[in-house]
């Protein structure tokens, strides 16, 4: 094997679990990988089916916590076994199995959704949230046997950190329903407080590209999950009502939504900004924003159908929002994370945040909203594209071949 070859990771009964090179090439998202991610896709599917209820009932104020809530559980167990993932991967049976256990985990969470959503009743997605949480615990401890000094003593505070935090959010299960944002707010800072601490003396070696890979790959499942949502309540509507008139503008314009939220999140090669914890823990972190308002937007598009045949009975402005709000928070959160890192000028700089606006006051536009704010979406595309062919989209870092500016 040469020397610009990666090592060989075929699939054997037990290797040692030591860590992957943060410079190795040709890394890529393995199929167990795409595996896992995809199983995420029951989990998603049902928060956004719990928060279209939420809002098509009026009920913002009890969908739109308990969605949070549920997204950061979805989210953060991803996270976790992706970036575990990047820095050690042996890809032997027993990884193999014990991620299996995981997704076992991730199914079991998805399922305990609705009850939580309706019922307070968090037992089901806290034992979910066990399955997975020790399965992860045993990875940790894994790469702590096999490994010395200081990545050693990481390994040990991540596995200990979780099993704090598993045994936190008992809080969901034993104190008092109103006690329940509470105890989410305190142990999701908890959460995200283990990986910093737990890599304060020494950094995993998690792989840039590898990990923007990932990144990407989890968006397009969350944007496919939209559009199944979207295409699912606008054929069901035209199948009871035959309203297409008054369907195919929010189709259109969910749809173009959808296809600019795709062009302007890959316009950047991000793994060359990924160059140390310090840039990592900002970007990554900040993708439950990004993560959550994409699947909002399909949660919006059912909304918005369910308002204009009469199903939801709330105003269409409020409809209108449950579209306009999340494209419009997803297009800033990516120009926060991604594009600003890429951009050189005040036109390239000021492009997203401008059309973030420009999205948000379609909300005022009654029932043309939809239509209107995909193709504001749609024309910041066409500009960014315009931009870069004029040569003003750069970085200290030349993006690689084949990107796409917006």
Not at 108 to 120: H, K, Q, T
Request: neutral net charge; proline residues 4%; hydrophobic residues 55%.
């Amino acid at each position: 094997m040469s020397e610009e070859s990666p090592p060989a990771r075929s699939s054997g009964l037990l290797r040692p679990m030591t860590e992957r090179g943060r410079e190795e090439e040709h890394r890529t998202a393995t199929p167990l990988e795409l595996f896992f991610d995809l199983c995420f896709v029951v989990a998603v599917a049902q928060a956004g089916r719990q928060l279209v209820h939420a809002l098509a009932e009026g009920h913002p104020g009890h969908g739109i916590p308990g969605y949070l809530m549920m997204f950061f559980a979805i989210w953060w167990a991803w996270m976790n076994f992706s970036w575990f993932s990047s820095a050690y991967d042996t890809d032997d049976a027993l990884y193999r199995v014990v991620t299996l256990v995981q997704i076992a985990g991730v199914l079991i969470l998805a399922a305990g959704i609705p009850r939580a959503f309706d019922a307070s009743d968090f037992s089901l997605v806290w034992f979910g949230y066990l399955v997975m949480r020790l399965a992860l615990v045993f990875q940790w401890l894994r790469a702590a046997h096999a490994s010395t000094g200081a990545e050693r003593r990481t390994a040990l505070r991540y596995a200990i950190g979780v099993c704090l935090c598993q045994v936190g959010w008992l809080g969901l299960l034993v104190l008092p329903d109103r006690a329940e944002p509470w105890v989410f707010v305190v142990m999701a800072i908890a959460e995200m407080t283990v990986p910093v601490v737990a890599e304060r003396g020494r950094a995993t070696a998690w792989h840039p590209h590898h990990i923007a890979e990932r990144y990407g790959l989890f968006t397009i499942i969350v944007l496919g999950e939209t559009v199944a949502a979207a295409t699912t309540a606008v054929q069901s509507a035209a199948d009871e009502h035959e309203a297409l008139g008054t369907l195919v503008p929010i189709a259109a314009g969910g749809l173009l939504l959808i296809f600019a939220a795709y062009w302007i999140y890959f316009a950047v090669p991000i793994h060359l900004h990924l160059a140390s914890n310090r840039q990592a823990f900002l970007w990554g972190y900040g993708h439950y924003v990004v993560f959550c308002s994409a699947a909002a937007m399909g949660a919006g598009i059912e909304v918005a159908v369910e308002q204009v045949i009469g199903k939801a009975h709330i105003s269409t402005f409020a409809a209108s929002a449950t579209v306009t709000v999340p494209a419009a928070l997803f297009t800033f959160s990516v120009w926060l994370l991604h594009s600003r890192h890429y951009k050189r000028g005040p036109a390239q700089q000021l492009t997203l945040p401008t059309a973030s606006v420009a999205v948000l006051a379609c909300t005022f536009a009654g029932s043309a909203a939809v239509l209107l704010a995909g193709l504001v979406a749609a024309a910041t595309v066409a500009v960014g594209a315009v931009l870069a062919a004029r040569g003003e989209t750069g970085l200290s870092e030349r993006p690689s071949r084949g990107t796409h500016a917006a």
